[in-house]
């Protein structure tokens, strides 16, 4: 139990252009989920929490207006990277939380983006 | 105040060996210190945690060691095997915080058979 799955698993494109990525909690209801970014050789770092039916919570320094999160229902989360740059380019790994278990969050396996 | 040290930041054991990792954080609203493994190309997955009310706990060859007055926790691998080579993240996590987990750095542990 308490899978989530990320898509896609990696993606290229080019600069300029938007990306999205969905993350869906595939046998358990999160009313919460977290999108990290984790560069190579690196920790993860939280870019943004996001609550179901709500605006999600941006971390110090994330610009929300390129990093767009949507959680429309209690098993999809969406991260669209706006007008992507090189510099964008990371691992973009989400989380969910299961419904009355604090803290416990389950990882997603991540997704390599590329932009060129 | 809501950093999480980890060390050492890489570490290399032979087989059948004991891989100890260590943590401390500094601020105590945390109650939640979860370990997690990670391989290349893929997401975290948690392994072991910890709340502050025990000192130990213990799952297979995966140990959480807690000391809450030092705010310093450690992971031991007893029996390391080549398959354990991956790497480790201590993290930790409180209510007050919404339940966002903070990472420690990391730590690459290698087992060499």
């Known amino acids: 139990g308490a899978v989530v799955s990320q898509h896609p698993s990696w993606v290229i494109c080019k600069s300029g252009t938007s990306v999205k990525i969905e993350c869906r909690s595939l046998?358990?209801?999160?009313?919460?989920m977290f999108w990290y970014r984790q560069f190579p050789k690196q920790s993860l770092m939280l870019m943004a929490t996001?609550?179901?039916?709500?605006?999600?919570?941006?971390e110090q320094g994330v610009e929300k207006d390129k990093f767009l999160i949507n959680h429309a229902s209690l098993t999809l989360s969406t991260l669209t990277v706006t007008s992507a740059h090189p510099e964008d380019s990371s691992f973009y790994i989400c989380?969910?939380?299961?419904?009355?278990?604090?803290?416990?969050?389950?990882f997603g396996p991540g997704t390599r983006l590329t932009v060129l | 105040q809501q950093q999480v040290k980890q060390s050492p930041q890489s570490l290399i054991v032979q087989k059948g060996g004991i891989s100890i990792i260590n943590c401390a954080y500094e601020?105590?609203?945390?109650?939640?210190f979860p370990w997690y493994q990670q391989f290349p190309g893929k997401g975290p997955a948690l392994l072991i945690a910890?709340?502050?009310?025990?000192s130990e706990k213990k799952e297979g060859r995966f140990t959480i060691s807690f000391n809450k007055s030092a705010k310093q926790f450690s992971l031991h691998i007893m029996d390391s095997q080549p398959g354990d080579s991956a790497t480790y993240f201590c993290?930790?996590?409180?209510?007050?915080?919404?339940?966002?987990?903070?990472f420690g750095e990391g730590t690459q542990l290698t087992v060499n058979p």
């Open positions: 046998d358990f209801q999160a009313t919460t």
């Open positions: 989380s969910a939380k299961l419904a009355g278990r604090v803290n416990e969050q389950f």
């Open positions: 993290a930790a996590s409180g209510e007050t915080s919404g339940s966002r987990l903070t």
């Open positions: 996001s609550n179901e039916g709500s605006k999600a919570t941006y």
């Open positions: 601020n105590t609203a945390f109650d939640y």
């Open positions: 910890i709340r502050p009310d025990v």
